[in-house]
């Protein structure tokens, strides 16, 4: 197999461009299928769609299936309509079950039907009872290309059947043991079943405490399991532990990623907007209600300052740190929520006592934090303004209070609305920098109008 790198990769992908463009399809097929999977799906995304039309006829189906599969659903669905419409049910049947249920539950209903309707009866009867799980469960999430094996079967018969089995199974580093009812029983990995005697019933060497999920379970829940127990793949059974098929750790690295980035949209209110095949009109369309409702929040801090008019006007040099107040109030209750928000989602700040704690951690850090900013902004302001000390100290104490209060601020909002069950990356991030930057800013008028006398 051929590793690519940076060095020979532009090299490497003009050969395969020559061959097609040459007709050698015996000189492409021999350097493509030599590349790692990975790097066949890049380069396959860089072919033109006349190039691409040369390679459904030069690899067979078996060989195209391991493409497909990683590709993204946008270009999946590109190369189905590309793609001989006899040949697609034949395509779709090399794929696992979890994978074709992700492409066909993206595409129009009547022409998933259309493909299911071409499909051999028991797998397109199987894809069907997989959609009607809802999204972002592990029943949608499962793939049914299993290995079982009955209690008293033995080593050595579980290991014969395996030879044949396994090319069609998702994974076979667990064998999942069932009764004639297909009831789970327990669970043994393949390097048991190599080291086991090959007499030696399954029942004698398998776990019989084993975790496993319903097909209702949240897919987040899901990867919390197999992140927390180190598995390559968890059961999903009935009520009755019937085992209906296995949700494995691939699946689950693609929950995390879809996870955290719909975490970073909320947390920036840029929610589906972050994909860059998204048009501009689309992604301004769905920023655009978070900016409107974030700046008649704005508004607030217009009529802090318009309130404090004559203070300003009286004393114009306060004008000068206005950024900066309001800056910093957003940057720590922005860490605060972040660090909030992380705890939320591994699940540890459910107990109350966790979250006091985190609290009382939170309201000390600030306390350090305002100190120390509002010594150094204490001394800078004294630079602004040499005639007097007051000036520094309605500067540096404002820096304080802000700092200390948006702490506890963006501590407790995204906690609040978590209890609420709503996601507090949707209901914090934006939100909490504008109040904090509202609070600042009267707190900064308020000591500067009470300090004036001094002046």
Not at 168 to 197: C, F, H, N, Q
């Amino acid at each position: 197999m051929v590793m690519l790198n940076l060095k020979n990769r532009e090299e490497y992908t003009f050969y395969l461009h020559l061959y097609l463009k040459q007709e050698k399809k015996e000189e492409f097929r021999r350097d493509f299928l030599s590349l790692h999977p990975t790097d066949q799906i890049e380069i396959f995304q860089e072919f033109s769609e006349i190039k691409r039309h040369v390679i459904y006829d030069y690899l067979s189906i078996e060989e195209f299936s391991n493409i497909f599969v990683g590709l993204p659903v946008k270009q999946q669905k590109i190369v189905i309509s590309e793609f001989d419409e006899h040949r697609v049910p034949t395509l779709l049947e090399e794929l696992s079950a979890d994978d074709v249920t992700d492409f066909l539950s993206g595409i129009p209903d009547h022409i998933a039907n259309y493909f299911l309707g071409r499909m051999n009866k028991n797998d397109a009867d199987n894809i069907k009872r997989l959609l009607s799980y809802h999204d972002d469960t592990a029943g949608s999430l499962m793939t049914t290309e299993i290995i079982t094996a009955l209690e008293m079967e033995t080593a050595e018969n579980v290991m014969q059947r395996l030879r044949t089995e396994a090319k069609d199974a998702e994974t076979i580093y667990y064998i999942y043991v069932t009764d004639e009812k297909r009831v789970l029983k327990g669970v043994l990995s393949l390097r048991e079943m190599i080291l086991a005697e090959p007499t030696q019933a399954v029942v004698d060497i398998m776990k019989k405490q084993f975790i496993s999920v319903g097909p209702t379970t949240d897919q987040e829940q899901v990867a919390e399991i197999i992140k927390d127990y180190d598995l390559i793949a968890v059961p999903v059974v009935t009520e009755k532990d019937v085992i209906l098929g296995i949700v494995t750790v691939d699946d689950v690295m693609d929950i995390v990623e879809e996870e955290t980035t719909e975490d970073i949209e909320d947390l920036m209110a840029t929610r589906g907007s972050v994909d860059i095949e998204v048009s501009p009109l689309v992604a301004a369309k769905r920023r655009l209600p978070w900016l409107v409702i974030l700046m008649i929040l704005g508004i607030g801090t217009a009529s802090i300052i318009g309130q404090f008019e004559s203070t300003l006007a009286e004393m114009a040099i306060l004008a000068i740190f206005i950024p900066l107040i309001a800056d910093m109030g957003g940057n720590t209750g922005t860490q605060s929520l972040a660090v909030v928000v992380r705890s939320i989602a591994l699940g540890s700040l459910e107990q109350h006592h966790v979250f006091r704690k985190l609290l009382k951690r939170e309201a000390i850090t600030g306390l350090l934090m305002g100190f120390t900013c509002g010594i150094i902004a204490f001394f800078i302001a004294l630079l602004f303004d040499i005639s007097g000390m007051y000036f520094g100290i309605i500067v540096g104490v404002s820096l304080f209070c802000t700092i200390v209060i948006s702490t506890i601020t963006g501590t407790i909002i995204p906690w609040i609305v978590h209890r609420f069950k709503v996601d507090p990356a949707v209901a914090s991030g934006p939100f909490i920098t504008t109040i904090n930057d509202i609070v600042g800013l009267l707190i900064y008028f308020s000591i500067a109008s009470l300090m004036l006398q001094y002046l």
